[in-house]
């Protein structure tokens, strides 16, 4: 089964500075899809952004931007001008394309960020 | 955009009883349901799988009789934990990924507490 890693369990920034969150992944696919999701403290999973792993140009939604390196397996997350509204919990999760375990989303254990003003 | 709705977003049960949690996708057909519990401060882990028309998949470890999923139409899945207790006490998401996307969308969550 692929599997996600996430090393960090807490991060700190302070507001209007630049924070990358970092994400490993194991797989012997070749193509597959690789998501940040954010879970503020209402718990609700909302997606920040995705990365189709045959593409080589890094994904990239307004201050939310990926570092996807996909020979060495890391799909890192950059935020800039941090907002306090990020303060969340991050987590980085993974997506076959095919075969017995299509669809299902395989998650790291989470990055806490907090955004200090 | 896509959203799925997840009812009751709190519900406390006494020990024994049954529970039911509903997701239903308001603008788009679910052939596929997953089913997340989420321990406090940890991550999502997949109890299941609920496919439409036919048999949910459930992951190792997870009682098949305990947390019952039924999927009946395109647009509803329900898991129904059944004599519940507190260690089933924790915080069930569901999620589907609408036609044409990569991406999937989650259920606001449920949080269950077994007296």
């Known amino acids: 089964a692929q599997t996600v890693t996430q090393s960090q369990p807490e991060m700190s920034v302070q507001e209007a500075e630049t924070v990358t969150l970092s994400c490993t992944y194991d797989t012997s696919e070749s193509d597959y899809y690789l998501f940040w999701y954010k879970q503020p403290p209402s718990r609700q999973m909302i997606l920040v952004i995705r990365?189709?792993?045959?593409?080589?140009q890094n994904a990239t939604e307004n201050r939310f931007s990926v570092n996807f390196q996909k020979a060495a397996k890391s799909f890192s997350l950059k935020i800039s001008d941090s907002q306090l509204g990020d303060a969340a919990m991050y987590f980085c999760a993974y997506r076959s394309v095919r075969g017995s375990t299509l669809g299902r989303l395989y998650f790291g254990r989470g990055t806490q960020l907090t955004v200090w003003p | 955009g896509a959203v799925v709705s997840q009812h009751p977003s709190r519900v406390i049960c006494k020990s024994g009883t049954s529970v039911k949690i509903e997701c239903r996708s308001l603008?788009?057909?679910?052939?596929?349901m997953f089913w997340y519990r989420q321990f406090p401060k940890q991550s999502l882990m997949l109890m299941a799988t609920?496919?439409?028309?036919?048999?949910?998949?459930?992951e190792q470890g997870v009682e098949k009789d305990k947390f019952l999923i039924n999927h009946a139409s395109l647009t509803l899945s329900t898991l129904t934990v059944t004599s519940a207790h507190p260690e089933d006490s924790s915080f069930y998401i569901c999620s589907a990924r609408p036609p044409g996307s990569s991406g999937y969308t989650f259920g606001s969550g449920t949080r269950l507490t077994v007296v």
């Open positions: 990365q189709e792993a045959y593409k080589q």
């Open positions: 603008d788009f057909q679910a052939t596929t």
């Open positions: 609920s496919n439409e028309g036919s048999k949910a998949t459930y």
